[in-house]
């Protein structure tokens, strides 16, 4: 997300974002991305103001039943949602995915349901139509759960949009462009390098800070902030090379909020290299008893 955020020379506070699924993989996103806001210099309320999570009942406000503790300091003031226009609704009587688009109007969608084919065309042009370059991440597992294909999203939007998903998809042809690489947000991008930097910090826990500072690494790694290609993220046969850089990140974020101790730069290098594994493939060989 921070790679889309700064191949659109923004930065994630300057987006609002939408949810759906409300679960607890979509509110520890959503809380992560409060973190990442308020590091920019957004204050936390103003945070959470930006961000719609949509469940099976539709928008979650502060005077909806039933509401779990992560969910309720992720809900919207009911009495602002009150003043949006009449527009689709729930059973529930609150605002579906479509009025959230019409009235919230988020540059970023994020879909966690598991609800296949919940990123209608009718949804993704209604977002496009409140944001001139959306950022769409069907991200629930496996394919055949995905909220939208990429192909739909781009086509839909008239390739103006920026999609990675959970699931592996081909790339997309448009017509007049060279092929579109989907990229997949999978964990082996950042949980290698978060490893290896405690390891080689030594760190006693793992700080909101550290984990900012892995995903920041990893969007210094993209091939479409850094010019140097098309692609979101970095191809995976790079995951040796960015786990190194998102260590050395982690590490000196370790040291900077104090869980890890001081140690020199070079010490620090070291002990990234000294804590790699590499995978060395011994040819078989068949033992007589």
Known sequence: LLAACRAKGELLKDQRVAFVGAGSAGCGIAEQIIAEMHSEGLPEPEARSR???VDRH???????????DFQSALAQPAKKIRDWPTGE????????ILEVMQQAKPSVLIGVSGQPGLFTEQVIRTMHAGTQRPIVLPLSNP??????KPKD?????????????????DSVKLEGEAPRVIAQCNNSYIFPGIGLGVLAARAS????????????????????????GTELLPPLDEVPQVS?????????QAIA???????PEDALDAAVEGNFWNPVYRPYRRTSF
Do not use: H, Y
């Open 51 to 53: 961000i719609f999570m």
């Open 58 to 68: 539709g928008l979650l406000v502060d005077d909806m039943r039933g509401l779990l």
């Open 89 to 96: 609704k729930q059973a529930s009587d609150n605002p579906g």
């Open 143 to 148: 394919t055949s759960r995905v909220e939208a």
């Open 153 to 169: 999203v781009l086509a839909w939007t008239e390739g103006a949009a920026i999609v990675a998903t959970g699931s592996p998809f």
């Open 205 to 228: 826990r793992i700080t909101t800070n550290m984990l900012i500072a892995s995903s920041r690494a990893l969007a210094d790694c993209s091939p479409l902030v850094t010019g140097s």
């Open 244 to 252: 190194r850089r998102i260590a050395r990140a982690v590490a000196r």
């Open 257 to 263: 909020d104090g869980v890890a101790m001081q140690i």
